[in-house]
């Protein structure tokens, strides 16, 4: 999971580089030739577009720094943590749910991701199988069971 978002994380940071080093100075320099700069809507769409560009890789590179320094090893084996599929039952239904942890700025999302920063997410980490998870809510306060789980170490 780690190594799979690193792997998505740097071909994006590829594509913006090139899109920085390359595209982007041959649509400014297109711009630049149409003339007056001052009501240049290309020009200024191409500044812009540089702009967002350059803070997306400030933002990437920063994560795949803190992705670099997660130590699988240090990630519980029996307790719910980053990369968890789990599968709780609502004490008042009975009824089963399953979630998989995902960072919170993962590329994308899925049906069942939540990210550990969720109210979920935070209520589920640390828990193990067997655990009582008690799950406030602004309408509603859920009691959840850990019924099974699947650590990132067994995927």
């Not at 980053?82 to 919170?104: C, K, M, N, P, W």
């Not at 980490?125 to 650590?151: A, I, M, Q, S």
Request: glycine share 8%; proline share 3%; hydrophobic share 35%.
């Amino acid at each position: 999971m780690i190594e799979e978002l690193k792997r998505t994380l740097s071909e994006e940071v590829d594509r913006l580089r090139h899109e920085l080093n390359v595209t982007l100075p041959q649509e400014i320099r297109k711009a630049v030739e149409h003339g007056d700069l001052r009501e240049n809507s290309e020009y200024k769409a191409a500044l812009e577009r540089q702009q967002f560009v350059q803070a997306r890789l400030g933002h990437l590179t920063q994560r795949l720094s803190k992705l670099s320094s997660i130590d699988p090893s240090q990630i519980p084996e029996d307790k719910v943590g980053l990369g968890s599929v789990v599968v709780v039952e609502d004490e008042r239904t009975s009824a089963r749910e399953t979630y998989s942890l995902v960072f919170g700025d993962a590329v994308e999302f899925q049906e069942g991701h939540v990210s550990m920063g969720s109210p979920i997410g935070r209520a589920l980490v640390g828990k193990g199988v067997g655990d009582l998870v008690v799950l406030k809510l602004p309408t509603v306060t859920r009691r959840l069971k850990v019924v099974e789980l699947k650590t990132i170490h067994q995927q």
